[in-house]
């Protein structure tokens, strides 16, 4: 199946009518949790525009562009506790949780509807490994307590580094989806990371090997002095 292919109309939901159809990558990136991966995609796709958690195009991309781009990340993240900051309409971090049920997440997003979103997939997913925190990232609390931080098209790098960096622990890790212009931020962020002590930058490029939209991540740790 290719991307611009879009499912038949279910009925009256014109809404679902414009969804794309499934990529064969959904399969390889959800592996044995692609029915949950369905179900979430599904709910989004029927909810997303109008709680304003997507754009009105977004619909006929969907599965490429945001549901199989959050997943090619999954591989990145290691069993412990992962923040996903700025999570939105859940993603990366709902997508992540569902394919890697042995990583714990809290996904914190400040604006009200947004969280009772989360929420609301979390229950009907029945994900364990998830906790929904309404607060902006540096006023969490969460100083020093995550292996790992996630966020997908929050804000520059320059910006994000000094939001995320102090709820990892020392030797904690940034995983972070970026857009083209990912080499750009990093040159304009060398300050910041000198100064919230971040080294070994990387940016790595996913889903070459599935035949889909290049994902980008930044990859990078932060040392404990």
Known sequence: MTS?????????????ATLEVEPASAAAVFGDHLELGRRFTDSLA??????GLIGPLELPRLWTRHIVNSGLVAPLLRPGRVADVGSGAGLPGIVLAIIRPDVSFTLIEPMERRVDWLSRQVSELGLENVVVERARAEDSGFKHQF?????????????????TAPLLKPGGEFVLLKGAGVAGEIGAADKVFRKYRVIDPEVLELGGDHGTEITRVFRARVTSG
Do not use: F, N
Request: aromatic residues 0%.
């Open 46 to 51: 029927r909810h997303g525009e109008e709680l």
């Open 147 to 163: 292996d790992q931080v996630t966020a997908r098209a929050v804000s520059a790098l320059r910006t994000l580094v000094p939001v």
């Open 4 to 16: 611009d292919q879009t499912t038949p109309e279910r009925g009256e939901d014109s809404t679902i």
